[in-house]
């Protein structure tokens, strides 16, 4: 049996696994995120490494849109040749590296250090800029660090107010909402969701409250919302004083938000607004935590920003009580954008334009600082640079399925195509992998050992339960083979833990320093939460002595309300806002594998109001045609009056012609590089039934 975690998202439940004859029987295990607790995908997680469509050995494409099977030996020497080519005919940066939040913290560092070292790229970024790059730059402009929860998760059990802005956890982390049994009895919970979702739902019996704005208006709520809380002289003035700069600022910024424009604007009763405000001002242990509802957006930083000033002005962040968060989506979501996968930083959460940064990270690496790079292309732009001049020509991905769940992922596929080279690594043949020149077949979670940080900062242990089958290899064993044949024969390591110690030393003196933890202290079970410098002690609640910046407080940064980037509500359009069932995970590629999941929901379902849809000619259960002037996708639409009327929902889990990112924009947040997946102008229309496009055809 091996003590380990599940392979999804950032709560990261602890998990038994046991392989039998039946394959590896998995159980929950008693951890302080889930409690012995599992979801349904957790349950289920075991299915996808007998999967029958398992990718086994590496796969080169035969140039008639077929694979033809290949020895590890030739496709890494192909691989190799051309990416040396590419670099001689059109420079380092004409290969490009995409990585994700999935991969351990191990994979994540050498990825990074083989862009920088073995390929002399500046083109590396990672699928968390799709996720967390507005929390995470909210966080550290205002708090001087991004750290998720900068609590542990059962802090929450004693709390007795929450908001919670554009999250769905009792559908996207289950086993959290154990945690707000005791906010909800007292009926503190307050969740703003356009949708009544599940977790809206939770406020119901307790007497808590649900918000539900226009898509795309939270910051002019949450501007509405600081003004009341000064204008009712709700704020925490010694807080204020020592432990915050810019309040006078702030204030002036928010004065022009009266309970009445906020409510016109948002579309929530100014009432409602002020008793969310006063609920949150009442007692002490409030706490603010943002999801994707709010920072998928082309504001989301700001956004972001505003929930960030909201619990500053009420005194909650760094006190034992009370906080302010960000829930983290990717099993190491954290982790993945601590240790160099992000196109501007280095390991310890290094800014890679910082000469001392690089001083630093390149004696560990035993380079001349001068040889890093600087710093790339964030996602979107990225993947945009295809075909564009100077743009990239290869790429290599691990861990992200873009095709499925890059904004405008019509053009993405596209340019994908046009690419002189794509190397997809991967345990499936997802979408991406499918248009790939070379398919590398790696490991699963259950079949190897490293480590990842869950949305506390806590870092933990994966362990090994089963032996890969015999053609797949690691990733760490992967990029080391392709750095030897880039030259680079010292320096990378296929071994987890001497990776892991190499990643201490790098991050050592860093924001997020891990010098201080091994697998030997986490194998005896210590809770090590980040920064947890060499000699020093490990911090599960960051900001309880100060805040690190300069002044040693927090910021209050005034931010403006500007709305969308796609022009709203024009006649006969609807909002579409995109996110999550319970069911699948992301891009689907590891959920739809999974038969039972498939069967509770083998496809995706438009939700819309009974009476939006009556009046475009909807039956329940009817085919429909969604388009804009980016895409178009066919569903079958599901009624539902948990949605509001001008707004339709539609999850991202599903392929082809189900794609919600065919519709989505690529417009991105100036700040962080987010795109704007949560609100999209489209066009609904009934479509005839034998008109209807099934997935996969
Ligand atoms: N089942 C499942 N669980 C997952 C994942 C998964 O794919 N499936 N993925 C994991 C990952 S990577 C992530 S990032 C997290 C994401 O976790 P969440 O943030 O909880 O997930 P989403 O469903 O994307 O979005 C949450 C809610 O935002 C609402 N929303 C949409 N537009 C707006 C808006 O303009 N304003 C507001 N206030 N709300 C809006 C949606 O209606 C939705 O209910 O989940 C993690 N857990
Ligand atoms: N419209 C819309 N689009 C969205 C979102 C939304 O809310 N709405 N959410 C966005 C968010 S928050 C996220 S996080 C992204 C996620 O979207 P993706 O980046 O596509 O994430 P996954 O589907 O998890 O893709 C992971 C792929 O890597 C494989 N894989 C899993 N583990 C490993 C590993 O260790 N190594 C390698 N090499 N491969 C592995 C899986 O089989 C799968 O094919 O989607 C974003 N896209
Ligand atoms: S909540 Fe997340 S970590 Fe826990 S079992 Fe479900 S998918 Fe896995
Ligand atoms: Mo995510």
Redesign the pocket.
């Known amino acids: 049996m091996a003590e380990t975690h599940c392979p999804?998202?950032?709560?990261q439940c602890g998990m038994n696994l046991t392989p039998g004859a039946a394959g590896v029987e998995v159980a929950g295990r008693e951890f302080p995120t889930n409690r012995g607790g599992l979801?349904r995908?957790g349950w289920t997680a075991a299915a996808v490494l007998g999967t029958p469509d398992r990718v086994t050995e590496p796969l080169i494409a035969d140039g008639r849109g077929g694979f033809a099977a290949a020895s590890w030996d030739m496709a890494l020497d192909l691989i190799a040749e051309r990416l040396i080519k590419l670099r001689s005919s059109y420079g380092a940066d004409a290969n490009g590296v995409f990585g994700g939040?999935?991969l351990t913290n191990e994979k994540a560092y050498l990825l990074g250090k083989f862009a920088r070292v073995a390929l002399g790229t500046a083109m590396i970024d990672y699928?968390g800029r799709?996720?967390?790059s507005s929390a995470a730059a909210a966080a550290n402009r205002g708090l001087g660090l991004d750290r998720g929860l900068p609590f542990p998760v059962t802090d929450l059990d004693q709390a007795g107010q929450l908001l919670l802005?554009?999250?769905?956890?009792a559908?996207?982390?289950?086993p959290f909402v154990q945690h707000l049994d005791g906010i909800r009895a007292g009926g503190g919970l307050i969740v703003?969701?356009?949708?009544r979702?599940?977790?809206?739902d939770l406020t119901a019996d307790g007497g808590g409250l649900h918000?539900q704005?226009?898509?795309?208006?939270?910051l002019a709520?949450l501007l509405g919302m600081i003004r009341i809380a000064i204008a009712e002289d709700l704020v925490d003035h010694d807080y204020l004083v020592a432990r915050t700069e810019g309040f006078e600022a702030l204030a002036r910024s928010v004065a022009a938000w009266h309970p009445a424009r906020t409510q016109t604007v948002t579309g929530v009763p100014a009432s409602l607004i002020r008793q969310a405000v006063r609920l949150l001002a009442s007692r002490a242990g409030s706490y603010v935590i943002?999801?994707?509802?709010?920072?998928?957006?082309a504001d989301g930083t700001d956004t972001a920003t505003a929930a960030i000033n909201l619990a500053l002005v009420l005194g909650l962040v760094g006190r034992p009580d009370s906080g302010y968060g960000t829930?983290?989506?990717?099993?190491n979501?954290q982790g993945g954008r601590e240790h160099g996968q992000k196109a501007d930083q280095l390991p310890g959460y290094r800014m890679i334009t910082d000469p001392t940064a690089r001083a630093a990270v390149a004696e560990v690496w035993g380079v001349p600082a001068d040889r890093l790079p600087g710093p790339g292309l964030p996602a979107v732009r990225l993947l945009a640079s295809i075909g564009e001049p100077g743009g990239i020509r290869s790429l290599l991905v691990h861990g992200s399925n873009p095709v499925v769940s890059a904004p405008r992922s019509l053009a993405v596929a596209e340019r994908l195509r046009r690419l002189d080279f794509l190397v997809v690594s991967d345990f499936v043949l997802s979408e991406t992998a499918r248009l790939a020149d070379v398919v590398l077949p790696v490991t699963q979670w259950a079949e190897e050992d490293g480590t990842l940080t869950n949305l506390e900062g806590r870092v933990i242990r994966r362990r090994a339960a089963v032996t890969p089958p015999a053609g797949v290899r690691s990733e760490l064993w992967i990029l080391t083979e392709l750095a030897r044949r880039l030259g680079e024969t010292t320096g990378f390591s296929a071994d987890p833990e001497t990776v892991f110690d190499e990643l201490r030393r790098a991050s050592a003196g860093g924001r997020a320093d891990y010098s201080g933890i091994s697998y030997a202290r986490l194998d005896q079970g210590e809770a090590c939460y980040w920064p947890y410098p060499e000699g020093g002690r490990s911090t599960p609640r960051p900001f309880t002595d100060g805040f690190p910046t300069p002044s040693g407080r927090a910021k209050l940064i005034t931010v403006e309300y500007r709305g969308?980037a796609d022009r709203l509500h024009r006649r006969g359009e609807l909002v579409l806002?995109?996110?999550?069932?319970?069911?699948?995970?992301?891009?689907?590629a590891q959920?739809r594998r999974v038969p039972e999941l498939a069967a509770a929901r083998p496809e995706a379902m438009l939700e819309i109001h009974p009476a939006t849809a009556s009046a475009l000619g909807i039956g329940d259960g009817e085919p429909v045609r969604l388009h804009n002037d980016r895409g178009e996708c066919r569903v079958r639409a599901v009624y539902s009056k948990a949605?509001r009327r001008d707004?339709v929902?539609l999850?991202?889990?599903f392929p082809d012609r189900q794609r919600a990112n065919l519709l989505t924009t690529e417009e991105t947040d100036p700040v962080s590089g987010m795109p704007e997946?949560?609100?999209a102008s489209v066009r609904v229309e009934r479509v005839a039934a034998d008109d209807h496009v099934e997935v996969g055809e």
């Open positions: 999804y998202c950032a709560l979801c995908k939040g999935g699928n799709f996720c967390m802005l554009g999250s769905n956890v559908d996207t982390m289950p703003v969701d356009p949708r979702s599940a977790t809206a918000l704005p226009v898509p795309g208006t939270d709520l943002t999801g994707r509802g709010v920072e998928q957006h829930l983290t989506g990717q099993g979501g969308p806002i995109t996110g999550r069932l319970l069911e699948h995970y992301q891009s689907g959920t949605i707004t929902f999850p991202f889990h997946f949560k609100v």
